[in-house]
């Protein structure tokens, strides 16, 4: 089993920055797969963007709506991962939810593929 606790969401201006942090415990790997995904109101749930670590070789990827503009990245010591939003929309207000996975190889954007969930934390952004 693993947890995971999402932290450092909130309410800010278009065009500022919020640093999201997802604290993985239990059954942790440094080779599993970590993703965020979000879910505004009345959509569905969509990927923003995944990591994972293959012997030498790290794989991200990101949603084609968060490029150039977030980055996820991790700390195996801490097993903490992170996403950096960068220029903030308000059409990125959402619930943010971070998942995850065991195994290695390259993460995918597919929600079906993690088997783990936080609980989520809402970030707001206003015009």
């Known amino acids: 089993q693993v947890q995971l606790v999402e932290s450092g969401g909130g309410s800010v201006q278009a065009g500022g920055s919020l640093r999201l942090s997802c604290a993985a415990s239990g059954s942790t790997s440094s080779s599993n797969y970590m993703a965020w995904f979000r879910q505004a109101p009345r959509k569905e749930r969509e990927a923003v963007a995944c990591i994972s670590v293959s012997g030498i070789v790290t794989y991200i990827y990101y949603a084609d709506s968060v490029k150039g503009r977030f980055t996820i990245s991790q700390d195996n010591a801490k097993n903490t991962v992170y996403l950096q939003m960068n220029s903030l929309k308000p059409e990125d207000t959402a619930m943010y939810y971070c998942?995850?996975?065991?195994?290695?190889?390259?993460?995918?954007?597919?929600?079906?593929?993690?088997?783990?969930w936080g609980q989520g934390t809402q970030v707001t952004v206003s015009s």
């Open positions: 998942a995850a996975r065991p195994g290695g190889g390259k993460c995918g954007l597919s929600e079906t593929l993690y088997n783990y």
